[in-house]
């Protein structure tokens, strides 16, 4: 297909170059999508098919400032675009449980300072959980967080779905890996290495978003050093699995539930669950950590004691050094970086791509002029 020289090129195919690349060509821009398949070699593997998910917005315990309005637009985008993407399994509602009786005024007044802002969010106390969930018992639990707008979304079907949307919007997806970026005449060239002989060996491009994750570092570095990266990503690698939890009753949880840190996310099958994640510095597992997360770091009810491992995943995040995640900057006119979301980004895909357009100056699309009823698309409230 012929390239134009508007071209807007989309490096990265986890959870931020997945949204971006789809956003970008519902806004209206001519994408490609460097997308690099599994085992290619560019970089260290996606995190994002190792995520559980889970949408943690309206919960969280920022108040204000830059990360709470990432997450309070994320959720709100991604209750309108989902839509558009068919059917995703997902979640709506978490709990977060509170085991620390110093906690429970901070968190009470936290629902009420949300709830004042408009966002649903309710202190249960631990009568009302255990009534309903007598799973959820243990000596020391207070009551918990519910927060009905945030949720868990599958990743793999999410990426497959807007992989199939971002085809049919006309993008054009390349499998191959960036090896190297220059500027070019007020735009920039990329090139370019793939097995499949039909990838050029170079792409122009107009502008640039890099949603390489870890991958951002070693890229940037083959550029001019005043664009180089000056914050460095460290890995941060978690752990997860799938449990079969034979003593869970049916609808033994209420949805997804954040227990001591750890979450539980009940999947469709009966006492089937996802157990995630674990933080541990650097890009190498330890079984140690591994076992204390399936143990609640000793405090698992006997119902989780029993349960058997059906699968385990491990998988990287970026963690920006001296600055809060994620990096979303403008490196050169033309070239955005978008990486570095740490332990949201699948939360917080929708803010970075609606970031990413506006820089790029692409309106949404019911913000264009046409005809009316021309375009379905929603409303952005970035
Ligand atoms: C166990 C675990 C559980 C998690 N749970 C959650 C959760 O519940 N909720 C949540 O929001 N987040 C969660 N996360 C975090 C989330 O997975 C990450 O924040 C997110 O996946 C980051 O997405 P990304 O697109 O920036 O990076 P990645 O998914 O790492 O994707 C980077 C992409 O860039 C490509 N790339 C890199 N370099 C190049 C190059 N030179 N050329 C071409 N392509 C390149 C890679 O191949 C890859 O496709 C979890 C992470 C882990 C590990």
Same mark, same amino acid.
């Given at each position: 297909? %012929?390239?134009?020289?508007?071209?807007?090129?989309?490096?990265?195919?986890?959870?931020? !170059? &997945?949204?971006?690349?789809?956003?970008?060509?519902?806004?209206?821009?001519?994408?490609?999508?460097?997308?690099?398949?599994?085992?290619? /070699?560019?970089?260290?593997?996606? &995190?994002? #098919?190792?995520?559980? /998910?889970?949408?943690?917005?309206?919960?969280?315990?920022?108040?204000?400032?830059?990360?709470?309005?990432?997450?309070?637009?994320?959720?709100?985008?991604?209750?309108?675009?989902?839509?558009?993407?068919?059917?995703?399994?997902?979640?709506?509602?978490?709990?977060?449980?509170?085991?620390?009786?110093?906690?429970?005024?901070?968190?009470?007044?936290?629902?009420?300072?949300?709830?004042?802002? !408009?966002?649903?969010?309710?202190?249960?106390?631990?009568?009302?959980?255990?009534? &309903?969930?007598?799973?959820?018992?243990?000596?020391?639990?207070?009551?918990?967080?519910?927060?009905?707008?945030?949720?868990?979304?599958?990743?793999?079907?999410? #990426?497959?779905?807007?992989?199939?949307?971002?085809?049919?919007?006309?993008?054009?997806?390349?499998?191959?890996?960036?090896?190297?970026?220059?500027?070019?005449?007020?735009?920039?060239?990329?090139?370019?290495?793939?097995?499949? %002989?039909?990838?050029?060996?170079?792409?122009?491009?107009?502008?640039?978003?890099?949603?390489?994750?870890?991958?951002?570092?070693?890229?940037?570095?083959?550029?001019? *050093?005043?664009?180089?990266?000056?914050?460095?990503?460290?890995?941060?690698?978690?752990?997860?699995?799938?449990?079969?939890?034979?003593?869970? *009753?049916?609808?033994?949880?209420?949805?997804?539930?954040?227990?001591?840190?750890?979450?539980?996310?009940?999947? %469709?099958?009966?006492?089937?669950?996802?157990?995630?994640?674990?933080?541990?510095? /650097?890009?190498?597992?330890?079984?140690?950590?591994?076992?204390?997360?399936?143990?609640?770091?000793?405090?698992?009810?006997?119902?989780?004691?029993?349960?058997?491992?059906?699968?385990?995943?491990?998988?990287?995040?970026?963690?920006?050094?001296?600055?809060?995640?994620?990096?979303?900057?403008?490196?050169?006119?033309?070239?955005?970086?978008?990486? !570095?979301?740490?332990?949201?980004?699948?939360? #917080?895909?929708?803010?970075?791509?609606?970031?990413?357009?506006?820089?790029?100056?692409?309106?949404?699309?019911?913000?264009? %002029?046409?005809?009316?009823?021309?375009?379905?698309?929603?409303?952005?409230?970035?």
């Amino acid at each position: 297909m %012929p390239i134009g020289r508007d071209v807007i090129a989309v490096v990265g195919a986890g959870s931020v !170059g &997945s949204v971006t690349a789809w956003w970008l060509a519902r806004c209206g821009a001519q994408v490609v999508w460097i997308a690099p398949s599994h085992g290619q /070699g560019a970089g260290p593997p996606s &995190s994002s #098919l190792a995520a559980l /998910g889970v949408l943690m917005g309206h919960c969280s315990r920022r108040l204000r400032g830059r990360s709470w309005r990432l997450r309070r637009t994320s959720l709100a985008l991604w209750r309108q675009w989902l839509p558009m993407l068919g059917a995703v399994p997902r979640q709506w509602g978490l709990t977060v449980l509170c085991h620390q009786p110093d906690e429970v005024e901070r968190l009470r007044a936290l629902a009420r300072h949300r709830r004042g802002e !408009g966002c649903p969010l309710a202190w249960r106390t631990r009568d009302d959980l255990l009534d &309903s969930w007598p799973t959820l018992a243990a000596a020391d639990l207070q009551g918990g967080l519910w927060s009905p707008q945030d949720g868990q979304l599958d990743p793999a079907p999410l #990426l497959a779905a807007l992989a199939g949307d971002a085809k049919r919007l006309g993008v054009q997806r390349w499998p191959a890996q960036v090896t190297g970026l220059k500027p070019d005449g007020g735009s920039w060239r990329l090139q370019l290495q793939a097995a499949d %002989p039909a990838v050029p060996a170079t792409l122009p491009a107009s502008a640039v978003a890099l949603c390489t994750g870890l991958g951002a570092g070693p890229l940037l570095a083959t550029l001019d *050093p005043a664009i180089r990266l000056n914050w460095p990503m460290l890995p941060v690698l978690g752990q997860a699995a799938e449990l079969h939890c034979p003593m869970l *009753p049916p609808q033994g949880l209420p949805g997804p539930v954040v227990w001591r840190g750890v979450h539980l996310i009940p999947r %469709p099958q009966p006492r089937q669950l996802w157990i995630g994640a674990t933080v541990e510095p /650097g890009d190498r597992s330890q079984t140690r950590c591994f076992d204390r997360m399936l143990q609640l770091d000793g405090a698992a009810p006997p119902w989780l004691r029993q349960a058997r491992v059906l699968r385990r995943w491990q998988g990287v995040r970026a963690r920006p050094v001296g600055r809060p995640a994620p990096l979303l900057t403008t490196l050169a006119p033309g070239l955005l970086l978008t990486s !570095g979301h740490y332990r949201n980004g699948i939360l #917080l895909a929708p803010a970075t791509a609606a970031w990413t357009a506006r820089q790029l100056g692409f309106p949404p699309p019911d913000a264009r %002029p046409g005809p009316p009823g021309n375009d379905s698309g929603p409303s952005m409230i970035a």
